[in-house]
C-alpha cells in the first residue's frame, strides 16, 4: 500500500507530534495533526531548550539521543523557522564527594557507547567556569551538548509539514476514537469525525488519557517541572549545566526526598538565566508553587551564588510524560491495530524529537526503521496473557 493511500492522524501538536508529521508528510503521507490547544502549548513550550547527552542512561536511550543530536545540524537549515540550536557544550555539576565515584562510572559507560566526555576537578572546572561556588566537586563537561529554542523547533516542525501538505488543526479536542473490528476507523473531534486508518497517541503528558478512550492501560504520568526565569545580565556561565543529583532523580524518584531535586541551568542568548528544574507528581496542575520555586533558587545560588543579584522576571510549570522506567514508549499496539503509541519521553522530548520522528514516519509506514524501536515498545508495559501486572 502506498504512503499516500494511508490515512494518519496525529494526536498532540507538541514537539513530538510535529516531529512526526513533518518527516510523514515529506513523504507524501496523507497527514492531519491535531491538538486541543494551540501548537506547544503543552510541555514543548513550558520547558528549557537542553539536548543534553549526557543526562541519558548509557545504552540504548544514550544511543538513541546521539542520533537525534546528529539531525539536528541538518534541521537547522531544513526547517522554515531558525530553531536556535547552538553546540555551547554542557556541564554536569559533582557537589558533595559521594557524587564523584558515581559520576566517574558513569563517565565511563558513556564513553564506551562513543559520547566525547571527561571528568573534571574542581579546579579545572573553576578555571572554565569562575562564577561558579568554590565549594563544587568537579564536574564532567561534554563539547557535544546544546540547546534549541523548543517553541521554534515545534513551529519549524509543524510549518514543514504544513508545506508539504500535512492538515493541522489547533483548538481541536479529540472526544473519542472509532474502533470496528478492532482496527482504528477513525477520530471523533469537536470539528466532526476524522476517517482514520492509521492514529498516533503523541499527546504527550496527556497520551495515558488518550489510551483510556480505547481501554488501553499504559504508564504515563504527568511530572511537573517548575522554571525560574532572572532578568538578563552579563555572561554568567558559558555553557548549559545541570547537577550530578539531577541525573540520579531522574531515574529513581525516590531519590527526591533524600537529596532534592537538583538544578539545571541555562543562559540564553539575550543574557536571562532559565533555572529548573523540579520533578513533581502533582495530576495535571500546571501552577506554580512558592516551595517549587524557593527550591530551585536556593540549589541554583548554591552552585552559582552570583545569582543573589538578579531579580526573577516570571516563572511556569509544564508537565513531562513520566514512565516508570524513563524510557518513551513508541510503536503500535497490540492489542489495536493501527493505534500506535509515541510518547513518554519525560524531560528528553526535545532531544529526542528529530530521531522519534524520523523512525515513526518509517514504522508507521511499515518501512524498515534505521534503529530497531523494540526497547521501546509499548508491550513491556502490557501483561502477557496468563501473567500479572509486576
Known amino acids: 500500500m502506498g504512503s499516500g493511500i494511508f490515512q494518519i492522524v ?60 546528529k539531525r539536528f545540524h541538518f534541521l537547522k537549515k531544513e526547517l522554515p523557522v531558525d530553531i536556535e540550536f547552538r553546540q555551547t557544550g554542557g556541564r554536569v555539576v559533582i557537589q558533595t564527594p559521594a557524587q564523584y565515584p558515581a559520576m566517574e562510572k558513569f563517565v565511563r559507560e558513556q564513553k564506551d557507547i562513543g559520547l566525547e566526555v571527561c571528568l573534571m576537578d574542581a579546579k579545572q572546572t573553576l578555571a572554565a ?61 469537536t470539528q466532526g469525525d476524522i476517517p482514520a486508518d492509521i492514529v498516533v497517541n503523541a499527546a504527550g503528558a496527556g497520551a495515558g488519557r488518550i489510551c483510556q478512550m480505547v481501554k488501553i492501560d499504559l504508564p504515563i504520568a504527568p511530572r511537573r517541572g517548575q522554571i525560574v526565569v532572572t ?27 533524600e537529596q532534592g531535586e537538583g538544578m539545571s541551568m541555562e543562559q540564553t542568548d539575550n543574557g536571562n538565566l532559565l533555572l529548573g528544574s523540579t520533578r513533581e507528581f502533582a495530576g495535571f496542575c500546571t501552577e506554580n508553587t512558592l516551595s517549587g520555586i524557593r527550591r530551585i533558587i536556593s540549589r541554583t545560588t548554591e552552585v552559582l551564588p552570583a545569582l543573589k543579584h538578579l531579580q526573577v522576571i516570571r516563572t511556569f510549570a509544564g508537565l513531562r510524560p513520566y514512565t516508570p522506567d524513563g524510557l518513551p514508549i513508541l510503536g503500535p499496539v497490540p492489542s489495536l491495530e493501527g493505534f500506535f503509541m509515541a510518547a513518554g ?38 501483561p502477557q496473557k496468563g501473567q500479572a501486572h509486576e
Open 129 to 189: 567556569e569562575p562564577f561558579l561556588s568554590p565549594d563544587i566537586y568537579g564536574s564532567t563537561w561534554s563539547s557535544l551538548d546544546a540547546r534549541v529554542n523548543p517553541i521554534n523547533l515545534t513551529l519549524g516542525f509543524a510549518l514543514g509539514a504544513k508545506k508539504n501538505h500535512a492538515r493541522i488543526l489547533t483548538r481541536t479536542k479529540v472526544l473519542g476514537i472509532h474502533t470496528q473490528n478492532n482496527r482504528v476507523t477513525g477520530v471523533a473531534t
Open 10 to 69: 496525529i494526536i498532540g501538536g507538541g514537539v513530538i507530534g510535529t516531529s512526526i508529521a513533518w518527516h510523514l508528510a515529506k513523504k507524501a503521507a496523507r497527514v492531519t495533526l491535531i491538538e486541543s490547544h494551540d501548537l506547544a502549548s503543552g510541555s514543548s513550550g513550558a520547558c528549557d531548550g537542553l539536548v543534553f547527552m549526557q543526562s541519558k542512561k548509557p545504552g540504548i536511550h544514550l544511543g538513541l539521543a546521539m542520533e537525534s543530536l
Open 345 to 382: 519521553h519525560e524531560g528528553d522530548g526535545i532531544a529526542l524529537s528529530p530521531i522519534t520522528g524520523e523512525l515513526m514516519a518509517d514504522m508507521v509506514l511499515g518501512q524498515k526503521t534505521a534503529i530497531s524501536l523494540a526497547p521501546f515498545s509499548p508491550e513491556r508495559f502490557i
Open 231 to 257: 532578568q538578563a545580565a552579563r555572561p554568567m556561565i558559558s555553557s548549559c549545566m545541570i547537577s550530578a543529583g539531577y541525573i540520579a532523580v531522574k531515574y529513581d524518584p525516590s531519590l527526591a526526598a
